[in-house]
């Protein structure tokens, strides 16, 4: 079954305590992105990968990171967490071509005290 | 930066009564998809518009994608509770980037 798989749903972590949110796609897709979802702000892109090694900032990269060592691997990296941060996030994954759909993954909710 | 306008944010409905959805964007698009987000969810695609002045029909569902391709709309004829959810528009520019509005959180009730 095509999926993007997020790990994990939910986490509750204290403040400064580094933690990585996984996702994995099945589908060799190229393009990879996370997505932030907070009330009344909608989907806000934080970064995104082109391909393998391939990465750059999206509208809200601040505290955050990302690394695509395989194609089918995109781990959202928050090295030091603040309450700030507490959000629904998204991973992503599409074709990399114009005219293609998004499949997004079932979410991770982070609550940072 | 290409920015994708959404309104309204929520819309409550009797059942049975009709729905729109605006997204107007600040540049002209590529292309512009509609995702459904369920309550609890997470957005799943519905359609892609790719033509100015294209309409697409899923059944109670229509979308139209404007003459200028800057701008969008999606109707519910007779809504029914199933239709619950967050409906976001989603532009994509030249630069390959999909941009969401912020999306309209539809209740019905029955």
């Known amino acids: 079954e095509a999926q993007v798989t997020q790990n994990p749903r939910y986490l509750i972590t204290v403040t400064g305590k580094k933690l990585t949110v996984t996702c994995s796609q099945n589908?060799?897709?190229?393009?990879m992105s996370w997505y932030r979802q907070d009330p009344g702000l909608g989907l806000r892109q934080i970064y995104y990968?082109?391909?393998?090694?391939?990465?750059d900032k999206g509208d809200v990269p601040e505290g955050y990171k990302v690394s695509r060592k395989e194609k089918r691997n995109f781990p959202l990296i928050l090295e030091s967490p603040s309450p700030n941060q507490t959000s629904l996030y998204f991973c992503?994954?599409?074709?990399?071509?114009?005219?293609?759909?998004?499949?997004f993954g079932q979410g991770t909710r982070l609550t940072v005290v | 930066g290409q920015q994708v306008m959404q309104i309204p944010q929520y819309q409550h409905v009797q059942e049975g009564e009709d729905f729109t959805t605006y997204c107007n964007s600040s540049?002209?698009?590529?292309?512009i998809q509609w995702y459904k987000q369920r309550p609890g969810g997470h957005p799943v695609f519905l359609i892609q518009?790719?033509?100015?002045?294209e309409v697409k029909k899923q059944k109670r569902l229509t979308f139209q994608f404007g003459e200028a391709k800057k701008n969008s709309s999606l109707h519910i004829t007779a809504t029914q509770t199933t239709d619950v959810g967050t409906y976001f528009c989603?532009?994509?520019?030249?630069?390959?980037?999909?941009?969401f509005g912020k999306g309209t959180l539809l209740t019905v009730n029955p």
């Open positions: 992503a994954s599409s074709l990399f071509r114009q005219n293609t759909e998004a499949f």
């Open positions: 589908m060799n897709h190229e393009y």
């Open positions: 990968s082109m391909n393998v090694e391939v990465t």
């Open positions: 540049t002209t698009l590529s292309n």
């Open positions: 518009l790719v033509k100015s002045g």
């Open positions: 989603a532009g994509r520019g030249s630069n390959y980037k999909l941009t």
